[in-house]
C-alpha cells in the first residue's frame, strides 16, 4: 500500500520552510518512514539547505526533484519568490531510484546514454515511467530523449518537465538527495507493483496555414515559409513589438507536427501536435531561439495561439482520462508538470482556479497532489517521449496492480 | 484544376490568414486591456486594504509592515524597506526609527543599512522627489544619488517615497528595490506610469501614520478620560454616601428628638387623660362641663395618635412581628382603601404569586400602607391609577436603597402612582416628620415619616423614585421570614378577673402625677393599692404592708433600680408575681434589660384609666389560672 502526503510551505527561510512542509507531508503516513520524499522548489530558495532540513526530518528517504518557476501542492498553485513542494511516499511494493545525470547541458546525448545505463543497472522488475527533469536553460532536450529512448533497455514511459527559475531564465537546479546542480538532469525510476496513467494536453489552437521551417539550426528557427521566423510571428502580435517579454508574445507559439504523416489526418490537435515556444529573439537575425530543440528544418508547424477556455477544458479532458484508467481506485497520488506560461502570467492570482482545482475535482479532492510550474513539458505524444511547451503532463499512481 | 481557380483560392487563403492575424492581435489587446484594467483593480484593492489594515491602529510599525508588503506584492520589487522616524514633532520618538522589511531581512536590516536608508529618504524628501517618477536631468541625477547612498545602482532604487508629517516635516520613507536579475515579465514592473498610484499610496501611508498618532492620542486621553470618570465617579459615590449617611444620621437624631419629646408627652397625656377620664365619671351626663371634658379627652387621644407616629418614625414603637402574608394583606387592605382613595382613581393590586412572606408588625404595616396610598391619592388630584405590587426583592432595590443587603433574603411592598411626582428636593426630605407639601390643613407631615420609621424598625429598607409629572414609587423592602423565626404564638385570653377581688397591686411610679392617676384608676377599681415612687420604696412599702402583693405595676425607668429589677426583687419573694412594666420607651429598650420577652406584660404610655385596669385584670386572671388549673 502507497503511502503519501503532501507538504507546502511559502516560508521565506529555506529551512523553516522544508522543515514546514515535510512536517505536514509526514502528518498523513501515520508514523510509516517514507521512502522517497519529490522536492520542487523556487529558484531564489537556498536549496542546499531545504535538502539538508528534508533529510533531518526524513532521514531514510532519497530526495530528487528540480527548481520550478513555481510549485503546485493540493490544490495551491503558488507562483511566488519562495515556495516550496514535497511529496513523502511510504510504500514496501513501490520503489523510487533517483539519478543525478551530469553535464546534460555540455552533451544531452551522453546525458540521456548515462541515464539508461543507470537505469538499466537498477534491474527492475516491474518498472512503471522514468520522470526526467532537466535543467531548462541549456541543454537539446529533444536529442536527450531521443538517445534516452534508444538507449533504455525497455520501453518505459518517460516525462516531467525541465527545471525553472523565477522568469529570470539565468539559472536552474537539479536535486538528488542534498546534492544541487544546475545543466544536470535529475530522474527517478519508479517500479513495482502499481500501475500508472498518464495523459497531457494545452489547450492552443492552430491558426493560419501550414508553414514548413524553411532555415534551423541549434534550437534557432531562422525562417519560415523562406520568411524570417521572427517576422512571421510578428505579423500576429499587436502594436510595435520588439521584444519577447511583450505580453502578446506569450499567447503565440509553434504547433509542430509530429503525428506520421500517414495518420495525421485522423488525429485531434492533442495527438498530432506539440507545442513550442521561443525564449529567445536574435534581433540582428530576426531568429527565434526554441529551447528543446526538435525544431529541424523541413518540419511542418503551424502557428498557435492560447486559448484560455480551451486551456481549462482540454485539462479536464485529460483528468477524465485518467480517471478512466482508474478502474474505480483513487490515485495514490499525482504528480502535475504544467507550464509556466500557463500559470499567472495567463490565468493572474487565480491560476489554481483554471489549472489546478479542475483537475483534482475529477480525480478527487484530497488526492496527495504535487508538481511544478517547468519550463518544458516532457510526455509521450505519437509513440515517443517529447518536448514541449504550454502544456501539463498529468501523471497518477495506482498501487492496485 | 485551373490555374485561375487556384490563384482565386489563393487569394481567399490570403484573405483569410490575414483576417487571422487581425483577430490574433485584437485578441493580445483585449487581453493586454483586461489584464491592466485587472492590475488596476488589484492596486485600488490593495489601497484599500492598506487602508482596512491600518484603521485604529496605534503602533508605526504594523503600518509599515503593511506599506512593505503592499509594495512587494503589488510589484516586481526584490525587497521593500519601510522607515518612520517618529510620529510627529509633537511626538518625536525617542531617536530610534521604527522600521519594517518585506520579505524581512531582505533588507540589509543593520543600522547602516537602515541609516543610509533614512538619510537617502531625506535627501529625496528635500529634493521634493519621489522616485521612480524621477525625472528630468535633475531628477535622474538626484535619484542616481540617492541609489548610491543606498548602494545600489539606479535602476535597482526602483522607489524611494518620502512621507510627511501633516505639518511638512519629514517623516520616514518607503523604499524599494530590485535586482537586475530579475525579470519576472507577468509581474509588474514600477515604472513612471505607477506614479499616481505611488502618490496615491503615499496619501495613504501618510494619512495612516497621522491616524496612528491621533487613535494613540485618543486612547491616551480616552484613558486619562476614563481615570477622571472614574475618580469622579468614586467622588460621587462617596458624597451620596456621605449624603445618605447625613440624612440617615439627620433622620436618626429627629427620630430620637421626637421620641424622647413624645416620651414626655405620654406622660403628660396619661395624666391629662387619667383625670380627664377621673372628672368625665364625676361629672353627670348632660352637664355642659361633662362635654368639655370629652372635648378635652378626645383631644388627648388626637394627641396620643400623634406621639404614636412620633414614636414610630423615631423607631420606638411597639412592634409585634409576625409572619405577614403581603398578596393577603395587600388585597385586605386594598378593599377598604378603594374607598377611601374616590372613584376618579383606580387601584390595582399587581401580586408576585409566590412571593415569599414578610416578618413584621403586620398592624403596622397596614398603617404603612394606608399611609402610602392616602399620599398618592393626594398626589393625584384629576385621579389615575395607584398600583400595590408585591414582588421578590432583587438588586437593583439594593441599588436603589443605597444599603448593603442580601435581597434573598427581602420581599418588596411597594406604592405605585401616576401623580405628580416630585422634584429632588422635596423627595431628599420627605420621609422627615412635619416635612409636607400638603399645607397644614391637609396633614400633619407624619404620615411617610412613620412608614420610614417603621420600616427601619422592621430591619427593612425604604426608597423613593420619583419624577415630577410622572409619578412617585414608594418601595418598602422587608426581611422575609427567617428560620427560628415563626408565627407569633397567640396569646391566650383567660376570663378577666373581677374587678375588685380583693388583690392587692403595688405601683411603683417616680412621677408622682402619674403614679396618682394609677393609683386612682386601680383603687377606684376596687383594689387594693400600695403605691411608690422608688424601688427601694416599694420594697419598705411591701415589707409595712406584710401581705400578698398580687401585682406588680412599675415603670421601667425608675430612679436607681428600675422596674425590672425591682420585679425580679420581688419574684424572689413571689415567683409568679405577675408584673405589668408602663413605660413611655418603646419595647426594644426593654428587651435590651433582658426583661420583657415572655416574662412581663408592657403599657405603653400613655395609657388610659380603662387600658390600665383591663391589663391589671387580664394579668391577674393569668396568675389565678396559673394557680388554679380549670378555673373560669
Known amino acids: 500500500m502507497v503511502r503519501s502526503g503532501v507538504g507546502k510551505s511559502t516560508l521565506v527561510d529555506s529551512a523553516s520552510a522544508a522543515r514546514e512542509a515535510i512536517g505536514r507531508a509526514l502528518a498523513p503516513l501515520a508514523g510509516a518512514s517514507p521512502r522517497f520524499v519529490w522536492v520542487f522548489a523556487t529558484a531564489p530558495h537556498d536549496h542546499p539547505a531545504i535538502l539538508a532540513a528534508l533529510r533531518e526530518a526524513a532521514p531514510g528517504a532519497r530526495l530528487a526533484g528540480c527548481s520550478g518557476e513555481g510549485v503546485i501542492a493540493g490544490e495551491a498553485s503558488e507562483e511566488r519568490e519562495h515556495a516550496l513542494a514535497v511529496l513523502a511516499i511510504a510504500s514496501p511494493d513501490v520503489f523510487f531510484e533517483p539519478f543525478l545525470i551530469d553535464g546534460y547541458g555540455a552533451d544531452p546525448a551522453a546525458a540521456g546514454r548515462a541515464l539508461a545505463a543507470q537505469v538499466a543497472a537498477v534491474k527492475a522488475d516491474r518498472p512503471l515511467a522514468l520522470f526526467v527533469f532537466p535543467d531548462g536553460l541549456v541543454g537539446d532536450c529533444t536529442v536527450f530523449l531521443d538517445t534516452l529512448a534508444e538507449a533504455l533497455p525497455c520501453s518505459i514511459p518517460v516525462l516531467g518537465g525541465t527545471a525553472g527559475d523565477d522568469m529570470a531564465f539565468v539559472r536552474t537546479y537539479q536535486f538528488l538527495d542534498e546534492r544541487v546542480a544546475s545543466g544536470a538532469v535529475a530522474a527517478v525510476l519508479v517500479h513495482g507493483a502499481a500501475r500508472i496513467a498518464l495523459a497531457t494536453s494545452h489547450g492552443c489552437v492552430p491558426i493560419g496555414l501550414e508553414r514548413h521551417i524553411t532555415r534551423a539550426r541549434g534550437g534557432w528557427l531562422d525562417e519560415i515559409d523562406g520568411r524570417a521566423a521572427w517576422l512571421v510571428f510578428k505579423d500576429y502580435l499587436d502594436g510595435d513589438v520588439d521584444d519577447l517579454n511583450a505580453e502578446g508574445v506569450i499567447h503565440l507559439s509553434l504547433a509542430d507536427d509530429v503525428a506520421p504523416e500517414s495518420a495525421a489526418a485522423a488525429l485531434d490537435d492533442r495527438e498530432r501536435y506539440v507545442i513550442r515556444t521561443p525564449l529567445g529573439l536574435d534581433k540582428e537575425r530576426n531568429a527565434l531561439f526554441f529551447p528543446g530543440g526538435g525544431l529541424a528544418t523541413g518540419r511542418t508547424v503551424r502557428i498557435v495561439r492560447r486559448d484560455p477556455d480551451r486551456i481549462r477544458e482540454s485539462a479536464e479532458r485529460c483528468a477524465r482520462r485518467i480517471l478512466e484508467a482508474a478502474r474505480g481506485h483513487a490515485p495514490a497520488f499525482v504528480l502535475q508538470f504544467d507550464c509556466a506560461g500557463r500559470g499567472q502570467v495567463l490565468f493572474g492570482s487565480c491560476a489554481a482556479d483554471h489549472i489546478v482545482r479542475p483537475l483534482r475535482t475529477v480525480l478527487g479532492d484530497s488526492v496527495p497532489w504535487v508538481g511544478f510550474h517547468t519550463y518544458g513539458e516532457i510526455a509521450p505524444v505519437a509513440g515517443r517521449a517529447r518536448y514541449q511547451n504550454y502544456t501539463v503532463a498529468l501523471c497518477a499512481l495506482f498501487d492496485d496492480a | ?632
Open chain 2, 1 to 632: 484544376m485551373p490555374l485561375a481557380e487556384l490563384e482565386r483560392l489563393r487569394r481567399e487563403n490570403a484573405t483569410l490568414d490575414e483576417q487571422v492575424k487581425l483577430l490574433v492581435r485584437m485578441e493580445q489587446r483585449f487581453h493586454r486591456a483586461r489584464t491592466e484594467h485587472e492590475r488596476e483593480l488589484a492596486r485600488i484593492r490593495t489601497l484599500g486594504d492598506l487602508s482596512l489594515a491600518c484603521i485604529g491602529v496605534e503602533d508605526p510599525a504594523t503600518i509599515l509592515e503593511c506599506a512593505v508588503e503592499v509594495m512587494r506584492a503589488t510589484f516586481d520589487v526584490d525587497a521593500a524597506l519601510a522607515i518612520c522616524v517618529g510620529d510627529d514633532e509633537r511626538r518625536p520618538n525617542d531617536g530610534a526609527p521604527w522600521v519594517a522589511c518585506a520579505p524581512p531581512g531582505a533588507w540589509e536590516a543593520s543600522e547602516a543599512g537602515v541609516d543610509a536608508a533614512r538619510r537617502a529618504a531625506e535627501r529625496a524628501f528635500d529634493a521634493s522627489i519621489a522616485s521612480p517618477a524621477a525625472t528630468g536631468e535633475a531628477g535622474r541625477a538626484a535619484h542616481a544619488a540617492l541609489a548610491a547612498a543606498l548602494g545600489l545602482e539606479p535602476a535597482a532604487l526602483v522607489a524611494c517615497m518620502p512621507l510627511a508629517s501633516p505639518s511638512g516635516r519629514f517623516r520616514g520613507a518607503l523604499v524599494a528595490r530590485r535586482g537586475e536579475r530579475r525579470a519576472a515579465f507577468h509581474r509588474e514592473r514600477l515604472d513612471p506610469k505607477h506614479e499616481p498610484f505611488l502618490m496615491l499610496m503615499r496619501a495613504h501611508l501618510e494619512r495612516a501614520l497621522e491616524s496612528c498618532t491621533l487613535t494613540r492620542d485618543l486612547r491616551e486621553r480616552g484613558r486619562e478620560l476614563a481615570a477622571a470618570n472614574a475618580d469622579l465617579a468614586a467622588s460621587l459615590e462617596e458624597l451620596r454616601r456621605a449624603q445618605e449617611l447625613l440624612q440617615s444620621q439627620k433622620l436618626q437624631a429627629i427620630g430620637q428628638l421626637a421620641g424622647g419629646v413624645a416620651h414626655d408627652f405620654n406622660n403628660l397625656l396619661t395624666v391629662i387623660l387619667g383625670h380627664a377620664e377621673f372628672a368625665r365619671m364625676r361629672i353627670p351626663a348632660g352637664s355642659p362641663a361633662r362635654d368639655d371634658v370629652v372635648q378635652v379627652i378626645e383631644a388627648g387621644n388626637r394627641a396620643a395618635t400623634i406621639t404614636q407616629q412620633l414614636l414610630a418614625f423615631g423607631r420606638k414603637q411597639r412592634l409585634t412581628k409576625e409572619v405577614v402574608d403581603l398578596n393577603e394583606l395587600a388585597s385586605a387592605t386594598g378593599r377598604m382603601l378603594a374607598r377611601l382613595i374616590g372613584e376618579r382613581i383606580q387601584l390595582k393590586l399587581v401580586f408576585q404569586p409566590d412571593v415569599a412572606s414578610a416578618y413584621c408588625d403586620r398592624g403596622q404595616l397596614e398603617q404603612a400602607v394606608l399611609n402610602l396610598v392616602v399620599n398618592a391619592r393626594d398626589a393625584m388630584p384629576n385621579g389615575g391609577e395607584i398600583r400595590i405590587v408585591t414582588r421578590a426583592a432583587t438588586a437593583t432595590d439594593v441599588e436603589r436603597c443605597g444599603e448593603e443587603f442580601d435581597p434573598t433574603r427581602y420581599v418588596v411592598l411597594a406604592v405605585e402612582d401616576d401623580g405628580v411626582g416630585m422634584p429632588a428636593e422635596v423627595r431628599a426630605h420627605v420621609f422627615e416628620p412635619f416635612f409636607t407639601t400638603k399645607g397644614l390643613a391637609s396633614g400633619a407631615g407624619l404620615g411617610l415619616a412613620m412608614v420610614y420609621g417603621y420600616v427601619k424598625q422592621s430591619q427593612g429598607y425604604v426608597s423613593v423614585e420619583s419624577e415630577v409629572g410622572r409619578g412617585s414609587t414608594f418601595t418598602l423592602v422587608l426581611p422575609t421570614e427567617r428560620p427560628g423565626e415563626g408565627r407569633v404564638a397567640p396569646r391566650s385570653n383567660p376570663a378577666p378577673a373581677a374587678v375588685g377581688d380583693g388583690s392587692t397591686i403595688l405601683v411603683v411610679e417616680d412621677d408622682p402625677t402619674l403614679r396618682m392617676v394609677a393609683v386612682r384608676a386601680i383603687g377606684e377599681a376596687g383594689w387594693t393599692v400600695i403605691e411608690a415612687e422608688s424601688a427601694d420604696a416599694a420594697l419598705t412599702a411591701v415589707e409595712k404592708h406584710g401581705g400578698v402583693v398580687d401585682l406588680l405595676v412599675a415603670d421601667v425607668v425608675l430612679p436607681r433600680a428600675d422596674g425590672v429589677e425591682l420585679a425580679n426583687r420581688l419574684r424572689k419573694r413571689w415567683p409568679a408575681l405577675p408584673v405589668l412594666l408602663i413605660s413611655g420607651y418603646p419595647p426594644e429598650r426593654l428587651e435590651a434589660r433582658r426583661a420583657l420577652a415572655g416574662e412581663h406584660r408592657l403599657l405603653a404610655k400613655p395609657f388610659t384609666c380603662d387600658q390600665l385596669v383591663a391589663e391589671a385584670q387580664a394579668l391577674l386572671a393569668e396568675a389565678r389560672d396559673a394557680r388554679e388549673p380549670g378555673h373560669t
